[in-house]
């Protein structure tokens, strides 16, 4: 759903009508019609598609709220962190999510589009292709395309200097829950962020036990 700057009902009808022109085949700004006969290989389509799709999310962009331009970073900026930590390049996990969508276009220019924050969170299916691909819980993608701040154990003990050890036995794989959820209910408690619907989540998947710590920030 689109949020536009302002509220009115005939401004809201005229930025549809703005969008719907300029992303229409005819503009002369438009990429190519994907529809075109004469593409004839899949990838070429897909990667059409892409380009479609960052074209209406850019229009649409420029006429989104700060706040909802603000998840948008938010999500890409995570997506690259995890993806630096799992040592992948945008087109090494361009060809790995490809490959797993039964090889439907991700393009890499798609890829860094999202991770500068140009076009919103993927769909779900997209999300849990990355979550897949980076290793890490659907939920810590999919609440952070619905706008939450994400951390791990990690993330939310380390601004604690009496959970500094803790924080190492957790990156070695040596936390215990008899540790970790104390320390996780305090910290959350405690955590030094102006932020409203604070929570913390237990996942048990596949034998392993994973906690994420998620809250909306509020606005300085």
């Given at each position: 759903?689109?949020?536009?700057?302002?509220?009115?009902?005939?401004?809201?009808n005229y930025r549809r009508r703005?969008?719907?022109?300029?992303?229409?085949?005819?503009?002369?700004?438009?990429?190519?019609?994907?529809?075109?006969?004469?593409?004839?290989?899949?990838?070429?389509?897909?990667?059409?598609?892409?380009?479609?799709?960052?074209?209406?999310?850019?229009?649409?962009?420029?006429?989104?709220?700060?706040?909802?331009?603000?998840?948008?970073?938010?999500?890409?900026?995570?997506?690259?962190?995890?993806?630096?930590?799992?040592?992948?390049?945008?087109?090494?996990?361009?060809?790995?999510?490809?490959?797993?969508?039964?090889?439907?276009?991700?393009?890499?220019?798609?890829?860094?589009?999202?991770?500068?924050?140009?076009?919103?969170?993927?769909?779900?299916?997209?999300?849990?292709?990355?979550?897949?691909v980076l290793d890490v819980p659907?939920?810590?993608?999919?609440?952070?395309?619905?706008?939450?701040?994400?951390?791990?154990?990690?993330?939310?003990?380390?601004?604690?200097?009496?959970?500094?050890?803790?924080?190492?036995?957790?990156?070695?794989?040596?936390?215990?829950?008899?540790?970790?959820?104390?320390?996780?209910?305090?910290?959350?408690?405690?955590?030094?962020?102006?932020?409203?619907?604070?929570?913390?989540?237990?996942?048990?998947?596949?034998?392993?036990?994973?906690?994420?710590?998620?809250?909306?920030?509020t606005r300085s």
């Open positions: 759903m689109i949020s536009f700057r302002y509220g009115t009902k005939a401004s809201i703005f969008i719907s022109e300029v992303s229409s085949s005819t503009h002369p700004d438009a990429p190519p019609d994907p529809s075109r006969q004469d593409l004839t290989e899949p990838v070429e389509r897909a990667q059409i598609r892409n380009y479609w799709q960052l074209y209406r999310n850019t229009v649409q962009s420029s006429l989104m709220s700060g706040s909802d331009v603000a998840i948008w970073k938010r999500f890409g900026s995570l997506v690259q962190r995890l993806r630096k930590a799992k040592g992948l390049g945008l087109r090494e996990m361009s060809k790995v999510a490809t490959a797993r969508m039964g090889g439907r276009g991700l393009s890499a220019a798609y890829l860094s589009a999202i991770e500068r924050g140009l076009t919103a969170p993927p769909r779900p299916p997209v999300l849990a292709v990355l979550a897949e659907i939920e810590k993608l999919k609440l952070s395309a619905e706008g939450y701040v994400v951390l791990d154990i990690a993330e939310t003990l380390q601004p604690f200097p009496e959970y500094a050890e803790l924080v190492r036995e957790v990156r070695e794989g040596r936390g215990t829950t008899e540790t970790i959820i104390p320390a996780m209910a305090d910290a959350t408690r405690r955590f030094p962020a102006k932020m409203t619907e604070g929570r913390l989540q237990i996942i048990v998947k596949g034998g392993a036990i994973q906690y994420l710590f998620f809250y909306r920030p």
